[in-house]
C-alpha cells in the first residue's frame, strides 16, 4: 500500500549521520526523507574531483542505509533526477506527496542557511530546523564564552570543553599529566631515516567506482583527477580508518605533527576530517578512541594530547566562532591585499620546491596536512598579499574536507589574518628557515632558506621582511612581534632596502606569471 507521508526529513551532504537531529524521531510510516545532488552544489566553487566523489557515495549509501530501515527516500541523483537547487528538490517532492511539513538539521554554511529559511514563504511549508548535536558544544556556548571577552582564544574554550566532557581529565579536575598542553612536546622534524607508515585506501565499490567513471565528463568544471581515490565513503569503512590511524599513527602524530616531508603526503595524520565532517565519524567517538589508546598505554600523551586539541579544541572553536561572527566574516580584508591568486595555484607548476609539493600533493589527492595548508601555501598567500577571498574560494574548493563552517575561520582568520585578529594573536608569517627546519623540501629547492637576497635566496625571506615592513603600522605594536620588529628595526639601511628590492622584484615576477614557467628556464631574478 501506498504510504501518506506528513513529513520530509531533509539530509543534507554533510550530515550523513544515523543519530541525526532532524531523524532521531523520524517514522518510516510518516516520513519521507529527501536528499538531493543539485547541480548548484557541486559548481559553487569549482570543487575537487574526488570531494565531489565522496559526497556523492557517501550520500548514495547513507540514503540505502535508510532504506534497509524501510524508509522511502526520494533522492535526487544528479543524472536521473537533477534538480538545480534543494529547494527545488524539496519543492519537487513536496508536489508530488502534498506535504506540509519539514524538518531540517541546521546546515554548515550561512549560504544554505538562508536557502533553507527561504522554504516556508517560497514554498508554503513548515520548517523545523533543528540544532546541530553532532558537536561537543551547542553554539549557545560557545555565545556565552564569547560575550564578555576581548579576545576569542582557542585555548580557553578547549579547556572548558575539556573539563565538561572529562576528556584526558583527572577525577580532582586537573588535567592528565599535570598541564593541558604539550605544544612544545609537539615540533619535530621527521628524521632522515624514518618513513611514516601509508594510510589505509578503500578499493571502490559499484557506486563509489560508476561516479569515479563519470567524474571527469559530468563535472568538467571541477578540477583534480580520481586516478589516487581512495577515501572511506561508509561508516563501516570510516571506523576501519579511524581505527588503523589510531593503532598506527596516532602513537607518533605528536612528535612529528608540525614536520613535512617529500617521503610522504599524509605522515602520522589522521585523514579523518573529511568523515567527521560528513558525519560518518562523530567527533565525541575519535576523541574517546584516543583517549582509550592512551589509558592502555598504546600512545603516549603529547600525541594524544595533541590529537584531541585538533578536535575538541580547533574544531569546534573554529564552528563557534563562523557562526558567532555571522555571514559576513569572510567579506573584510584587514591588509588590504589585492593581488589575484597565480596560475600556479592550479596546475603546481612553480619552482619552489615547498609549494610544489604542497600544492602538488593538494591537486593529486584533494589533502594537504595542516602545516602544509597553513605555513607553506597559506603563509605565501599572506606575505605575498593574495586576495583574501580568492584564496578562501581556493581552500574551499581543494579539499576534501571543506566546507565553509570550517575552512573560512581557518584560511581567512588564521591563515591570512585577514579579519584583523578575530582568531589568531598573529599572523602565521614565517621566512624559509621555519620551512627548512620543520622539512626536507629546501634540500631538493633550487633556492637556498639561508640566503635573504641574491638569485638563490629563498623568495620566503625577503617576502617575510616586505609584509611585516608594509604592515607596520598594523602590526607595530602587536606584543607577540615585538622581537621580528626589533630586529628589523636594528638591521642597516642598506639591508632593508636590498631586502625590499628583492621582493618586490619577485612580487613584479609573480604579477607577469613568470613563475609559472618551468624551473629548468626559470630566470628569476
Ligand atoms: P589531523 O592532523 O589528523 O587532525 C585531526 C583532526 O582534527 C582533523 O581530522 C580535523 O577534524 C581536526 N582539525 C585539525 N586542525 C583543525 C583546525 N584548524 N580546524 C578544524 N579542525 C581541525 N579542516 C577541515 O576540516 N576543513 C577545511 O576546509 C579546512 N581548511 C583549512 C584551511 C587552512 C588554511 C588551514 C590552515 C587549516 C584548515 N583545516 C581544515 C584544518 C586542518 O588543516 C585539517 O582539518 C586537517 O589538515 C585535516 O587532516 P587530518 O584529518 O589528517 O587532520
Ligand atoms: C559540497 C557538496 C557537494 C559537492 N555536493 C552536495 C550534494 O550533492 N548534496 C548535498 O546535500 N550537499 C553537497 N555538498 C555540501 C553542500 O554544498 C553544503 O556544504 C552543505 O549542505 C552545508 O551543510
Ligand atoms: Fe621553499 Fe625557500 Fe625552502 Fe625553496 S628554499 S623549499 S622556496 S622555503
Redesign the pocket.
Known amino acids: 500500500m501506498k504510504r501518506r507521508f506528513q513529513t520530509i526529513r531533509f539530509v ?4 550523513l549521520t544515523p543519530g541525526l537531529s532532524s531523524l532521531s524521531d523520524a517514522d518510516p510510516d510518516r516520513d519521507l526523507i529527501v ?4 547541480r548548484n ?2 559548481t ?1 566553487v569549482p ?1 575537487h574531483r574526488q ?2 566523489v565522496m ?2 557515495s557517501a ?1 548514495r549509501h547513507f540514503a540505502d542505509e535508510l532504506r534497509d530501515q524501510g524508509f522511502e527516500v526520494a533522492y535526487f541523483d ?1 543524472q536521473d533526477r537533477p534538480v538545480t537547487s ?1 529547494t527545488e528538490a524539496l519543492k519537487a517532492a513536496i508536489d508530488a506527496h502534498d506535504i506540509q511539513h519539514a524538518v531540517i538539521t541546521q ?3 550561512w549560504r ?1 542557511k538562508h536557502e533553507i529559511e527561504s522554504w516556508s514563504e517560497k514554498l508554503g511549508v513548515s520548517v523545523d530546523i533543528r540544532p546541530d548535536d553532532r558537536f561537543f558544544a551547542p553554539l549557545a556556548a560557545f555565545e556565552d564564552f564569547a560575550k564578555d571577552r576581548k579576545e576569542l582564544r582557542m585555548e580557553y574554550f578547549y579547556r572548558g570543553l575539556r573539563r565538561e566532557t572529562g576528556i584526558l581529565m583527572e577525577p580532582d579536575g586537573k588535567p592528565v599529566g599535570g598541564q593541558w598542553n604539550f605544544d612544545h612536546d609537539n615540533r619535530k622534524r621527521l628524521p632522515d631515516d624514518v618513513t611514516p607508515p601509508a594510510p589505509k585506501t578503500f578499493a571502490p565499490d559499484k557506486i563509489t567506482q560508476a561516479l569515479l567513471d563519470r567524474a571527469m565528463d559530468d563535472f568538467p568544471d571541477a578540477l583534480g583527477d580520481v586516478a589516487t581515490f581512495g577515501w572511506p565513503v561508509t561508516r563501516k569503512d570510516a571506523l576501519i580508518a579511524l581505527d588503523q590511524f589510531i593503532t598506527h599513527r596516532l602513537p607518533c602524530f605528536g612528535d612529528y605533527q608540525d614536520a613535512m616531508t617529500v617521503k610522504s603526503a599524509t605522515l602520522y595524520h589522521s585523514l579523518i576530517s573529511p568523515c567527521i565532517n560528513i558525519g560518518l565519524l562523530l567527533p565525541d567517538e575519535v576523541c574517546r578512541a584516543a583517549e582509550k589508546a592512551y589509558h592502555e598505554g598504546k600512545a603516549p600523551l603529547n600525541a594524544v594530547e595533541g590529537f584531541i586539541r585538533q578536535i575538541l579544541g580547533w574544531r569546534e572553536y573554529v564552528r563557534g566562532l563562523y557562526w558567532y561572527l555571522g555571514p559576513d566574516y569572510g567579506s573584510g580584508n584587514h591588509f588590504k591585499a589585492r593581488r589575484p591568486l597565480p596560475g600556479f595555484f592550479w596546475d603546481g607548476d612553480v619552482p619552489m620546491k615547498c609549494l610544489k609539493q604542497a600544492i602538488g600533493e593538494t591537486l593529486e589527492n584533494a589533502y594537504a596536512h595542516h602545516i602544509q595548508r597553513l605555513m607553506v601555501i597559506g603563509n605565501f598567500a599572506l606575505l605575498a598579499g593574495l586576495d583574501p577571498k580568492e584564496v578562501c574560494d581556493w581552500y574551499l574548493a581543494v579539499y576534501i574536507d571543506a ?2 563552517w570550517v575552512e573560512l575561520p581557518n584560511t581567512f582568520g588564521m591563515a591570512l589574518y585577514a579579519d584583523g585578529g578575530k582568531m589568531a594573536s598573529k599572523p602565521y608569517a614565517a621566512s624559509g628557515k621555519y620551512i627548512d627546519r620543520m622539512s626536507d623540501y629546501c634540500q631538493g629547492c633550487q633556492f637556498n632558506p639561508r640566503k635573504n637576497t641574491g638569485t638563490d635566496a629563498c623568495p620566503f625571506n625577503a617576502l617575510y621582511w616586505h609584509f611585516m615592513d608594509r604592515n607596520a603600522d598594523k602590526l607595530g605594536n602587536n606584543p607577540r612581534l615585538g622581537m621580528p620588529y626589533r630586529n628589523w628595526a636594528r638591521m642597516k639601511d642598506d639591508n632593508k632596502r636590498e631586502l625590499i628590492n628583492q621582493a618586490e622584484a619577485f612580487l613584479s615576477k609573480l604579477d607577469d606569471g613568470k613563475l609559472d614557467t618551468s624551473p629548468a628556464q626559470a630566470d628569476l631574478f
Request: hydrophobic content about 45%; charged content about 25%.
Open positions: 543534507l551532504g554533510d550530515q536528499m538531493a545532488e543539485p552544489e557541486a559553487y570543487h570531494k565531489i559526497i556523492l550520500m544528479y534543494f546546515p554548515g554554511e544554505v566546507f565553509e
